[in-house]
């Protein structure tokens, strides 16, 4: 499952840059490195639209994206700024960055949050206190394990137990690889759940 059509927006530093709220939004939330980029272009089924860089915590700005599904309601796309290096660390031990705080608090066509986590590491102290925050908040989180292609068979199931135990999550997260396409369909099914849901 792939998108139908899919384009970059606009990118935003202050609030007063964010775009007029139209279609439901998706923010995708994860530490720095952690695959967002390359899975939201796996997503989409297009290789370039966002941009990936070798360089951790690099993204500082909120990047909207014009998603039509193959199915269901058009959408955006919102990536935000990675987090666990350096500054951005900081920040989100203060409250995941000003920005960050007031659009997650704000944003009213805000549909769900998509934490992203490294299967290789499972979650750790910054992602459990992103997902309390998210609840706080009253946001929908749907965790998913990036780059699972990076563990044996074995040890992928395992490893999603490991982490829905350790966030205390209702069930295991999504379990993603860009590379053998692993979690596509599961994870449109989430998020067109959400958006779903939210019209009720």
Do not use: C, H
């Amino acid at each position: 499952m792939r998108a139908r059509e899919a384009s970059f927006v606009t990118s935003a530093g202050t609030p007063a840059g964010f775009p007029a709220e139209a279609a439901p939004e998706i923010a995708f939330a994860g530490r720095s490195n952690v695959g967002k980029s390359s899975l939201l272009n796996s997503l989409v089924g297009q290789k370039g639209l966002a941009k990936t860089s070798s360089t951790p915590g690099r993204t500082r700005l909120l990047n909207w994206f014009d998603v039509v599904p193959q199915s269901g309601p058009r959408l955006a796309f919102v990536d935000l700024p990675g987090y666990g290096y350096a500054k951005i660390s900081k920040e989100m031990r203060a409250g995941f960055g000003p920005l960050i705080e007031r659009y997650v608090k704000e944003r009213g066509v805000l549909a769900a949050v998509v934490v992203l986590i490294d299967a290789r590491r499972g979650p750790e102290d910054e992602e459990a206190e992103l997902l309390g925050w998210l609840g706080q908040a009253g946001r929908r989180a749907i965790v998913v394990l990036t780059k699972a292609d990076k563990l044996s068979k074995s040890q992928r199931l395992p490893a999603a137990a490991a982490a829905r135990r350790r966030l205390g999550l209702a069930r295991d997260p999504i379990l993603f690889s860009t590379e053998t396409g692993d979690g596509i369909p599961e994870l449109w099914r989430a998020l067109l759940a959400a958006v779903t849901d939210g019209e009720r």
